[in-house]
């Protein structure tokens, strides 16, 4: 039989892309060797963000003025649970791939030429050949014996002490959590700031947070050897050393584009991905490239997207990718959200005047909202809590060309958080109903 496509990895790029073929009446056959969901379900998006909300909501508990409360985490009981949340979840997207006819097959697949994959020692023909193989963490050379993001994610006892090698997105998660978990964190970031490429006026709310948490940042500190011996320890360029139970490596994130046989079909490459166009086809006929192999940001948001357009382009469609708003999500605390782009015209909000925040026990972020100069909405960036849940009308905003009258003449329920978009968005022609701005 031949399918429609193939697709290579079960991951938010895969699996959607055969639920939207699926959608489209074609007929797909998702290849997956390890579990369906891939690292966002299974080791990343999902059980990073259930750990946060584990350890949140023991720190809101614990600040709270007027509250003593303690708390005893059972972590191994804690991890069934959540492998039973992550297993519902992933057996779901498999229920719904093959709900709309799609077929699921379990092992590795290797590229054999543009039309066929094997599996397992069959081989499959397809008309296309979708790429969806996400990344892998990045290691240092010559530093072996640490953890990853799976790893740590799936601990069971809360670690006395951490370092995280890196304070980029996952590291800055994980680190803010285990503190508020009990673990003493450490973080060694070699940039000059944490968050690197993250706007210091909008990282500086996270970072004192972490202070107060009584996290240690090393920045411009370079990792150059790790070395275990019952505890680790960890050697910095500057000849100091860290010691700590247990260490994370969140150094960024690869392409995967090895050991399934892609040298095969002679790809273009841009540096390390694959390149695709705007309707991520490959330089190869009949061979597509979604999520994180095809580019950045490798964002399983954006890998979801992809896929639509993919699939659409696989049934015929004509569809392209525009990520003018494309939102970035950083789940510290409080989290950080961006999207679309920045202009020079902003007001910022600040988050203390915000009445829902405060009952909430939260005064430090901003909501800012950008606009061009006839107050057409381009972007957003807000720092607060829940900010992710918040960006999305910005999002559509941009993508609707709305102004930010549109947004700020719409009734936001009080008190609500999103008060603040929209407190932003008054605040670009000066009409911000809580707040004066002096610029
Ligand atoms: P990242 O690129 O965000 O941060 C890695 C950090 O490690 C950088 O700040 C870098 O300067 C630092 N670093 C590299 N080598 C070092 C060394 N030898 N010593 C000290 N510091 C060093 O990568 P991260 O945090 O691992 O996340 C990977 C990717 O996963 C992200 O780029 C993002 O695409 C995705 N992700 C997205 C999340 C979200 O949307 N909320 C959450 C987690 C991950």
């Known amino acids: 039989m031949e399918y429609d496509a193939i697709i290579l990895g079960g991951g938010p790029g895969g699996y959607s892309t055969a639920i939207r073929l699926g959608q489209n009446g074609k007929k797909a056959l998702m290849v997956e060797e390890n579990k369906i969901g891939g690292e966002c379900l299974n080791y990343g998006c999902i059980p990073s963000k259930a750990v946060i909300e584990l350890a949140d ?141 993250t706007d210091t006026d909008l990282s500086k709310f996270v970072d004192r947070r972490m202070n107060s948490l009584g996290i240690k940042t090393f920045v411009g500190a370079k990792v150059e050897k790790v070395t275990r011996e019952g505890q680790y320890t960890v050697n910095l360029a500057d000849g100091s050393q860290l010691k700590a139970e247990l260490v994370v490596m969140t150094v960024g994130r690869q392409p995967n584009t090895n050991g399934f046989g892609l040298e095969r079909l002679n790809v273009e490459m841009d540096g390390k991905f694959i390149k695709t166009d705007k309707r991520k086809r490959t330089s190869v006929d009949g061979v597509y490239a979604v999520g994180d192999v095809s580019g950045q940001p490798m964002l399983a948001h ?73 107050y057409v909405v381009k972007g957003g960036a807000f720092v607060a809590p829940r900010a992710s849940e918040l960006v999305s009308e910005i999002s559509l905003a941009v993508e609707a060309g709305l102004t930010s009258k549109d947004v700020g003449m719409t009734v936001h329920p009080h008190p609500t958080l999103s008060e603040g978009v929209k407190e932003a968005a008054e605040a670009t022609y000066g009409k911000s109903l809580h707040y004066k701005s002096s610029r």
Do not use: C
């Open 57 to 197: 909501a023991i720190s809101y508990l614990k600040e709270m003025p007027g509250v003593t409360s303690s708390v005893v985490i059972d972590m191994k009981k804690w991890q069934d649970w959540k492998w039973g949340m992550i297993n519902k979840l992933t057996s779901g997207v498999e229920k719904l791939v093959t709900s709309y006819g799609g077929e699921v097959v379990k092992g590795k697949g290797v590229i054999e030429n543009r039309n066929s994959i094997k599996v397992n020692n069959e081989t499959f023909n397809a008309k296309n050949i979708v790429i969806a193989t996400g990344s892998v963490p990045s290691r240092i050379k010559g530093i072996d014996d640490v953890f990853y993001n799976r790893d740590i994610l799936d601990v069971d006892h809360i670690p006395k002490s951490l370092i995280v090698i890196g304070g980029g997105y996952i590291g800055i998660e994980l680190g803010t959590a285990f503190a508020k978990l009990g673990s003493d964190v450490t973080i060694v970031e070699m940039m000059p700031n944490i968050l690197p490429g």
């Open 302 to 374: 954006k890998a979801f997207y992809d896929a639509g357009i993919a699939a659409d382009n696989i049934s015929g469609k004509m569809a392209e990718v525009d990520y003018r708003a494309m939102p970035f999500v950083i789940y510290s605390d409080p989290e950080i959200v961006t999207t679309g782009t920045k202009t020079e015209k902003f007001n910022n909000i600040p988050l203390a005047t915000n009445g829902r925040a405060l009952g909430m026990n939260y005064n430090q972020g901003v909501f800012r909202v950008y606009v061009d100069n006839e």
